[in-house]
Nanobody, 117 residues
């Protein structure tokens, strides 16, 4: 099992910034993907960004140029720097830890991000 602890959500005005963090613990695999998904009320959970243990990144088109994902492999922590936030970024943000070899996904409890106009 892998446990994920998220932090950094909150309320911010449009144009502002927030930084999310997620730390994994437990049965950590050396080959993994960490990242963020988000879910707005009444909508499905969608990709925001992911990063492999080797540093390969993937972003949703809607956040390109505004959000930056990074990770610290020593700390098993992934970060999401969110700049130029828009009201449509409002959602619950979920941290993902994926064990590649076993195709096992683990999710954090979610952190609320609210962007006011």
């Amino acid at each position: 099992q892998v446990q994920l602890v998220e932090s950094g959500g909150g309320l911010v005005q449009a144009g502002g910034s927030l930084r999310l963090s997620c730390t994994a613990s437990g049965s950590i695999s050396s080959i993994n993907v960490m990242g963020w998904y988000r879910q707005a009320p009444g909508k499905q959970r969608n990709l925001v960004a992911t990063i492999t243990n080797g540093g390969t990144k993937n972003y949703a088109d809607s956040v390109l140029g505004r959000f930056t994902i990074s990770r610290d492999n020593i700390k098993n922590t992934v970060y999401l720097q969110m700049n130029s936030l828009k009201p449509e970024d409002t959602a619950v943000y979920y941290c993902l830890y994926r064990r590649v070899l076993t195709r096992s996904d683990y999710w954090g409890q979610g952190t609320q991000v609210t962007v006011s106009s």
